[in-house]
């Protein structure tokens, strides 16, 4: 089994939430994937939204988790590849919301939905917590930490 994190799971991991640790803690290294589109928007974030002191820090803690998992043995970062490209042009115009904790909603992103195409297409399991979408997406394996 496979477990391909989504890009909110990828931020908690870095930020050290507790929940996401102790998930990371309990499965195998070898079967965690990053979508290189989720270290795209996490770089994103990093770069608009952090404060300039705090850049490098956050850059390091990203580089040490794809660290972690993209081993000579084990290739853990995953390409968007043609066959997730497919699915992910049928998800474009699906209207689909994600959950904040504080309990607003949004449309879920072009890039959050490249994410779910690769899942989908590696049959790997999504690791994130729930989220409205989940439901509406066929065959969609996903593990709430």
């Not at 909110?8 to 079967?31: C, E, I, N, Y």
């Not at 990053?34 to 580089?63: C, E």
């Not at 590849?81 to 949004?106: H, M, N």
């Amino acid at each position: 089994m496979s477990y391909l994190l989504s890009t909110q799971f990828l931020l908690d991991l870095m930020g050290s939430k507790p929940q996401a640790t102790a998930w990371r803690d309990k499965v195998p290294t070898r079967s965690i994937e990053i979508s290189v589109i989720s270290i795209g928007q996490v770089m994103q974030q990093i770069d608009k939204h952090a404060r300039a002191s705090d850049r490098d820090a956050m850059k390091r803690d990203l580089r040490r988790i794809e660290a972690s998992v993209d081993m000579p043995s084990y290739q853990g970062i995953v390409a968007f590849e043609a066959d997730a490209a497919r699915v992910w042009s049928r998800l474009i115009d699906v209207p689909l919301e994600f959950a904040r904790t504080d309990g607003s909603r949004f449309a879920l992103s072009l890039a959050s939905k490249m994410v779910v195409a690769t899942a989908l297409t590696r049959s790997a399991t999504l690791v994130e917590g729930p989220q409205p979408y989940h439901a509406m997406i066929a065959d969609l394996s996903v593990e709430h930490p």
